[in-house]
C-alpha cells in the first residue's frame, strides 16, 4: 500500500531546454562580468589616481564634446578626480576578489560540481542584498535596479537546476547503496551453509539412513 507522502518525495523537474539554455547564458555573462571586474581591479593596483583620471578624460572627450551635459561621462570625471590611494586601493581589492570569487564559482557550476552551486547561490544573495540597499537608501539607479532583478532570476535559475542535479544523483546512487547493503546482508553468515531442518550438516555429507537411537548393529542381515 503506498503512503501519501510518496508523492512528496518526488524528484524535482529539470529546467526546460529554454531556460537551461537561460541559465547557462546567464552564467556566461556572470563570468564576463568576473573577467571585467578583475580587469578593472588590475588597473586600480598598478596605475596612479592620476593616470586613471587621465585615462578617463581621453575616454570621455569625445562624448563631452557632443554633449557637454553627459550625465555618466562628467561622473566619471567628478569620480575620478578627487582619488585617492587608499581609495584606490581599495576598490582594486574589492573588484578583484569579488571578480575571482565569480569566475572560479560560475567555472565549477558549468562543470557540473554540485557543492558549488550553494556558493554561487549564497554569493549572488549577498550582491542583491548589497545592490538594495544601494538602491533604496543611498540612491536609485536604473541600471543596478535591472542588475537586481537578472540576478534575483540566476538565484531561482541555479536553486533549480540544483535541486534537479542532486535528486538525480541520489536517484542514481541510492539503489546501487541498496543493493550493496543486501549483498553484505546475504554474504554476513560467511560460514557453511544450514540445513533447513535447522541442525548442521553431518559429517560425511550424507545422511545416515538409521534412525535415531537405534544402533548401528540393528540390521535385518545381522539377525540371521
Do not use: C
Not at 127 to 144: E, M, N, P, W
Request: no cysteine.
Amino acid at each position: 500500500m503506498t503512503t501519501p507522502t510518496a508523492s512528496a518525495s518526488a524528484p524535482a523537474k529539470p529546467l526546460s531546454p529554454a531556460l537551461d539554455k537561460t541559465f547557462k547564458v546567464g552564467l556566461v555573462l556572470k563570468g564576463l562580468d568576473g573577467v571585467l571586474e578583475v580587469a578593472g581591479g588590475l588597473l586600480l593596483l598598478f596605475l596612479s589616481p592620476q593616470a586613471i583620471e587621465h585615462v578617463v578624460r581621453v575616454l570621455t572627450a569625445h562624448e563631452l564634446s557632443e554633449d557637454p551635459h553627459d550625465m555618466i561621462a562628467r561622473y566619471l570625471l567628478h569620480t575620478t578626480a578627487h582619488l585617492g590611494r587608499g581609495t584606490t586601493l581599495f576598490g582594486a581589492i574589492y573588484l578583484l576578489s569579488h571578480g575571482i570569487t565569480k569566475i572560479v564559482l560560475v567555472a565549477l557550476v558549468l562543470k557540473d560540481k554540485l557543492w558549488a552551486y550553494p556558493w554561487l547561490i549564497a554569493l549572488l544573495l549577498a550582491f542583491i542584498a548589497y545592490q538594495l540597499y544601494q538602491i533604496t537608501a543611498v540612491r536609485f539607479s536604473a541600471g543596478l535596479a535591472a542588475l537586481t532583478v537578472f540576478d534575483a532570476f540566476l538565484v531561482w535559475l541555479t536553486w533549480r537546476e540544483y535541486r534537479s542535479k542532486r535528486d538525480r544523483r541520489h536517484q542514481v546512487t541510492a539503489p546501487a547503496a541498496a543493493r550493496s547493503s543486501q549483498d553484505q546482508r546475504g554474504e554476513g553468515g560467511g560460514g557453511q551453509p544450514v540445513s533447513a531442518a535447522g541442525g548442521a550438516p553431518r559429517a560425511g555429507g550424507q545422511d545416515s539412513p538409521q534412525g535415531p537411537g537405534r544402533p548401528g548393529g540393528d540390521h535385518p542381515r545381522d539377525r540371521r
